[in-house]
C-alpha cells in the first residue's frame, strides 16, 4: 500500500522544502530555471504561479536581569535541550522590536522594552535572519513558558558557550560583551 505523505514539519525551513502544489490553484509545482543567475523556482505548472521561498524571519532579545544575561533552554526542535536567547518568529504585520517583546514574554514570562538593535544575522544556507536587540525589564519574574524547559540566569563570564542552540545566539551575545562589557571574545 502506498504510504501518505507525510512531512516532517521542520521539513518547511528547509532551502528547499518538499512543497509539491500551488496554494493558489492546487496545480502541480515545477522546478524551473526563470533567471539565469537566480536559484531554479518552484512554478505552477497550471497558473504560472511563482512560489518564492523566502527567508524566514525571527527578532530575539538580550535582557538582562538583575545584571545576568537571561538564556532559555529550548524545549523544542531544532535545538532541543540547548539554550538560546529568547526569541521567535515575527508575524507578518507585526514590527520586529514588538514580535522581540512579544515573544521574551511568551518564553520567560518578563515584560521587555527594546533599547536599541544588537545586530543582524544571516548565515549561507539557513533560512532564518533574526534580529538581536537589547532590552531591559520592566517587569515581571523569569519563569519557563511556552516551548522553553528552563530560563536560566547567567553572568556574562559563565555563559554556556557550547551549549548554546544557534550561531545568532553566540553572536548576539558576543556583540553584547563587545560592545557593552569590553569584551574580545
Ligand atoms: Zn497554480
Given at each position: 500500500?502506498?504510504?501518505?505523505?507525510?512531512?516532517?514539519?521542520?521539513?518547511?525551513?528547509?532551502?528547499?522544502?518538499?512543497?509539491?502544489?500551488?496554494?493558489?490553484?492546487?496545480?502541480?509545482?515545477?522546478?524551473?530555471?526563470?533567471?539565469?543567475?537566480?536559484?531554479?523556482?518552484?512554478?505552477?505548472?497550471?497558473?504560472?504561479?511563482?512560489?518564492?521561498?523566502?527567508?524566514k524571519v525571527a527578532a530575539g532579545t538580550v535582557t538582562l536581569f538583575e545584571d545576568r544575561i537571561v538564556l532559555v533552554k529550548r524545549g523544542i526542535s531544532p535545538g532541543y535541550g540547548k539554550w538560546v536567547i529568547p526569541g521567535g518568529f515575527v508575524d507578518r504585520g507585526e514590527t520586529l522590536e514588538e514580535a522581540a517583546v512579544r515573544e521574551t514574554l511568551e518564553e520567560t514570562n518578563l515584560h521587555v522594552r527594546i533599547n536599541s538593535l544588537l545586530n543582524v544575522y544571516s548565515y549561507p544556507g539557513h533560512t532564518v535572519i533574526i534580529a538581536a536587540y537589547l532590552a531591559e525589564v520592566l517587569a515581571g519574574v523569569p519563569?519557563?513558558?511556552?516551548?522553553?524547559?528552563?530560563?536560566?540566569?547567567?553572568?556574562?563570564?559563565?555563559?554556556?558557550?557550547?551549549?548554546?542552540?544557534?550561531?545568532?545566539?553566540?553572536?548576539?551575545?558576543?556583540?553584547?560583551?563587545?560592545?557593552?562589557?569590553?569584551?574580545?571574545?
Open positions: 500500500m502506498k504510504q501518505p505523505f507525510m512531512p516532517d514539519i521542520h521539513s518547511t525551513h528547509q532551502v528547499q522544502p518538499p512543497f509539491r502544489f500551488c496554494p493558489l490553484c492546487s496545480g502541480r509545482l515545477d522546478k524551473k530555471q526563470i533567471k539565469a543567475q537566480e536559484p531554479e523556482r518552484l512554478v505552477c505548472s497550471q497558473c504560472s504561479f511563482v512560489y518564492y521561498l523566502d527567508p519563569a519557563a513558558c511556552d516551548e522553553t524547559l528552563e530560563v536560566g540566569l547567567f553572568p556574562y563570564k559563565e555563559i554556556p558557550w557550547p551549549e548554546l542552540a544557534f550561531f545568532s545566539t553566540r553572536d548576539a551575545l558576543k556583540e553584547y560583551g563587545k560592545r557593552y562589557l569590553g569584551s574580545t571574545l
